[in-house]
Nanobody, 124 residues
Framework: QVQLVESGGGLVQAGGSLRLSCAAS????????MGWFRQAPGQEREFVAS????????NYADSVKGRWTISRDNAKNTVYLQMNDLKPEDTAVYYC?????????????????WGQGTQVTVAS
């Protein structure tokens, strides 16, 4: 079992920055592919970013590419999402997710553990 706890969400003005953190427990992080997803009201949960077990490979949704960075600190069992140049359309609940088996890094179905989510609200 893996437990994931997100933190770092909040209210920010457009153009601002936030850093989300995801602390993992129950299984060591180097064994897990990690990702961030988001879900806005009335919409499907969508892929945002993912990072491989070693941290050497990352993937991003086109909507965040160039603005955001996913990283991981396996020694701290923590994954981060640095979000710069935030826009009102980034408003959503952000979920951390872990994949314990063979995965497609951008596919929601590859991730078998999920956190409770943290709200990010970007004011215009």
């Amino acid at each position: 079992q893996v437990q994931l706890v997100e933190s770092g969400g909040g209210l920010v003005q457009a153009g601002g920055s936030l850093r989300l953190s995801c602390a993992a427990s129950g299984r060591t992080l180097p064994n897990l592919g990690m990702g961030w997803f988001r879900q806005a009201p009335g919409q499907e949960r969508e892929f945002v970013a993912s990072i491989s077990r070693s941290g050497s490979n990352t993937n991003y949704a086109d909507s965040v590419k160039g603005r955001w960075t996913i990283s991981r600190d396996n020694a701290k069992n923590t994954v981060y999402l640095q979000m710069n140049d935030l826009k009102p359309e980034d408003t959503a609940v952000y979920y951390c997710a872990a994949a314990s088996a063979l995965w497609t890094p951008t596919s929601k179905s590859s991730f078998n553990y999920w956190g409770q989510g943290t709200q990010v609200t970007v004011a215009s």
